[in-house]
């Protein structure tokens, strides 16, 4: 799919964050790179938004509100990156293995049966 | 360097909406109380320091109070305004400029969840838009995975709220009075799993106001609480905080709150194992779980034996949150912190009344909030 997140690593510590910053947390050191993160990683922590955030600065999707999971993804670079998260049930996102399916206007992750399923209704 | 410092007067507003009062008002309100309690007047103040999140500048106050000409600084630093306030005045006193020092904390919250801007949080406007500026899904995220780590069941949230409000109903200054059943609690609405509507404390209105004197002056007015240990502290690497876009190290997550409470143990000399009455930072039922252990009062996952044992109930091992703790009595950013100290006075001095730890000798008090900060005092008789 080719679709990735930009971070940045630290040149001195290795250290990667998300978004790309501009000095590293544990150092305190400036010299970063941009890195591109992988696109798979594993669900650290989440929990479901059950009534539609303020508005604004929330924009109600079109077909209304309906209660979206979000969380943190842990990604092979060593970074876990906050994201809004499909699935089928929110039952199967503890330690789920997911896949980056957007990195705009935040990241977002599917679980494999949400890629299933938007498959099959696709 | 470390002179003694004391405690010789706390006092606060009324907590809870008051719709003819501004946050300036609950302010004067709690710096009355203190000096009142403390049998001082503003005259005799040397030094102030306070700040609310959203309600004014702290040194407009002379304006009513007096102008004496006393140098006020002005502190903003969320939820651990107070915390700081309360350690610059400890700092005056003991480096000798002042003899007297007040800190004070106020704020009157609008109805509602907070409204926070990303672009004040470094954030693309993008979080806001897409529903991730919402300070409850930090919480939620954070004690859900703690509970699925250590084995704690959503019961024991529910448990803590119920003791909250219980607390609160002992407490004539609190907002919330009306004691709410576990089974209540846990069947209410859900904001953000595992956590219910009344789990979480809500924005609110209050203000409260500490005296700090030196060792001479607190022997002339007596009943003073003496300042064992105050640290503040500000998140190291690694830590996970509400509007983190990422955490960033491997392993578990550092804890501020964990830095402060060590530090403020250090400083005093005295560990958790002997403390009487703790205040934590209970923002909701699952914080103050997680910060019994942060702070070393426990192990992680102890707290489930704990809290159903009721260890940390008035008349346990370890009564927490005497007052109600932020559940009960609001959340106005500014006050809690100094909130938490007065409860300790109160309680080391034998003043609480209906909620009164029998022999209370030292207490402890610990705020936490975002964007990683945590300010922590042992206090003694």
Known sequence: ?122 | MNAPVSIVGAGLSTFGRQPDKSGRDLALDAIHAALDDAGLTWPDVQVAFGGSDGSGLADTLVADLGLTGIPFTNVKNGCATGGSALMSAVNAIRSGAAEIALAVGFDKHPRGAFDPRPEDWGLPTAYGEAGLMVTTQFFAIKIARYLREHGISERTLALVAEKAYRNGALNPNAWRREPISADDIAAADMVNDPLTRFMFCSPGEGGAAIVLASEAVAARLGRGVRVLGAATRTRRFGSFEVFSPSIQGSGSPSSVSADAAAAAFAAAGVGPDEVDVAQLQDTESGAEIMHLAECGFCKDGEQEAMVAAGDTEIGGRLPVNTDGGCIANGEPIGASGLRQVHEIVTQLRGEAGDRQVAGARTGFTHVYGAPGISACTVLAV
């Open chain 1, 1 to 122: 799919m080719g679709r990735s997140l930009t971070g940045s690593r630290c040149l001195h510590c290795g250290t990667v964050a998300f978004p790309a910053a501009r000095g590293c947390q544990r150092c305190g050191l400036r010299s970063v790179e941009p890195v591109e993160l992988g696109s798979r990683g594993t669900v650290w922590g989440h929990t479901v938004q059950r009534f539609a955030p303020k508005s604004p600065p929330y924009v109600v999707p079109e077909g209304g509100f309906v209660p979206f999971a979000v969380g943190y993804v842990e990604l092979p670079e060593g970074v876990k990156v906050e994201a809004v998260l499909d699935c089928a049930d929110f039952g199967e996102l503890d330690g789920a293995e997911v896949t980056l399916v957007a990195t705009e206007p935040v990241p977002r992750f599917a679980t494999d049966e949400a890629l299933t399923r938007s498959g099959v209704t696709a």
